[in-house]
């Protein structure tokens, strides 16, 4: 046999056993422990969500699931060692709208976004509220663009890290509005609610689950959730849309990702999991505790989610002039 004829036969050989060995492999899924990899520190809302969402897919696919926190880089060192790893299913990436932000934030990433993961699901979404100081004189989103109007460069607006999702609700806010706002930089959401309670700054916009107790004790006034249905557990704050600024919309959500080339059983039967999880009645509902609304969906679905939110906030960066690190 013609030498070059041979090669071929063999990488055709090769690639069969290898797609027999992955659908053999299939069926037998899950056989082993699961770990799903996390691009944040532990104990925050994204981490929490993941741990009771694992935890319920963990009691019915009854093999066990750990989450490892590896925070770091704008998430890209987490992503790339599930993109790296073997599309088998047993190593697991938690995506969000920060996955779509980094993927216009760096000039150079080690993976695509959109080609080396196989989107499972989304698990969740979560609201960002417009928080003013009790002492501020606007009651409503509407009252907020009017004051800054009056008096531009004077409102100060609080978010965490330049580029972070806080941030970049506001600068969309902010460009929407067409206002002039001084906008503070803070390491964390701690820090961004104190100054909004005590009044180092005049309004800030931050996830809304960490401020709920603080809102409902009254250390400062939530004029408004940035998504495009007002929250649950908040049923009289309206939405920015609704209340002043017509179109404007930035919600946060998480989902699992699998490594690109993961076997569509594999993923069918992730998915389904999933979306069983945050159906649970119970879930649900501890869940909203935290801000949170329990939400699965589609592979397709949730691509198309990641690669709307990377063209939407690829615009916001760049009318920023938010500098790629």
């Known amino acids: 046999m013609i030498p070059h004829k041979m090669?071929?036969?063999?990488?055709?050989?090769?690639?069969?056993?290898?797609a027999a060995?992955?659908?053999?492999?299939?069926?037998?899924?899950?056989?082993?422990?699961?770990?799903?990899?996390?691009?944040?520190?532990?104990?925050g809302v994204a981490d929490l969500t993941v741990r009771l969402v694992a935890q319920k897919m963990?009691?019915?696919m009854k093999q066990p699931i750990i989450v490892e926190n590896r925070p770091g880089a704008g998430g890209i060192v987490a992503a790339d060692s599930v993109a790296k790893a073997t599309p088998d299913g047993y190593t697991l990436l938690l995506i969000s709208n920060g996955t779509a932000v980094s993927a216009n934030l760096f000039k150079k990433l080690p993976y695509d976004t959109l080609k080396d993961f196989a989107p499972i699901s989304t698990l969740g979404y979560f609201d960002l509220a417009v928080l003013v100081n009790k002492k501020l004189p606007v009651k409503t989103v509407a009252e907020l663009i009017a004051y800054a109007k009056a008096s531009p460069g004077k409102l100060s607006i609080g978010s965490?890290?330049?580029?972070?999702?806080?941030?970049?609700?506001?600068?969309?806010?902010?460009?929407?509005?067409d206002i002039d706002a001084l906008i503070v930089p803070y390491k964390g959401t701690p820090e961004v609610l104190t100054a909004t309670t005590t009044g180092e700054i005049n309004a800030a916009v931050e996830i809304l689950g960490?401020?709920?107790?603080?809102?409902?004790?009254?250390?400062?006034?939530?004029?408004?959730?940035?998504?495009?249905?007002?929250?649950?557990?908040?049923?009289?704050?309206?939405?920015?849309?609704?209340?002043?600024?017509?179109?404007?919309?930035?919600?946060?959500?998480?989902?699992?990702?699998?490594?690109?080339r993961t076997p569509q059983p594999v993923i069918d039967r992730l998915n389904k999991e999933i979306n069983a999880a945050v159906s649970s009645p119970e879930l649900k509902a501890r869940l909203l505790e935290l801000g949170i609304v329990a939400q699965g969906g589609t592979p397709d679905g949730t691509r198309n989610l990641l690669a709307g939110d990377i063209a939407k906030w690829g615009a916001v960066i760049a009318k920023a002039k938010i500098d790629k690190q």
């Open 7 to 18: 090669k071929r036969l063999h990488y055709a050989l090769a690639a069969f056993s290898l």
């Open 21 to 43: 060995s992955m659908s053999a492999s299939a069926q037998d899924y899950p056989s082993k422990l699961i770990k799903i990899i996390v691009p944040f520190g532990a104990g």
């Open 160 to 177: 965490i890290n330049r580029g972070s999702t806080q941030n970049l609700a506001v600068e969309l806010f902010t460009s929407m509005a």
């Open 58 to 60: 963990a009691e019915s």
């Open 210 to 260: 960490p401020a709920l107790p603080q809102i409902k004790s009254g250390n400062f006034n939530a004029i408004a959730v940035t998504s495009s249905k007002r929250f649950v557990g908040l049923p009289n704050v309206p939405t920015v849309a609704e209340s002043g600024l017509p179109n404007y919309q930035a919600t946060s959500w998480n989902g699992l990702a699998a490594p690109a």
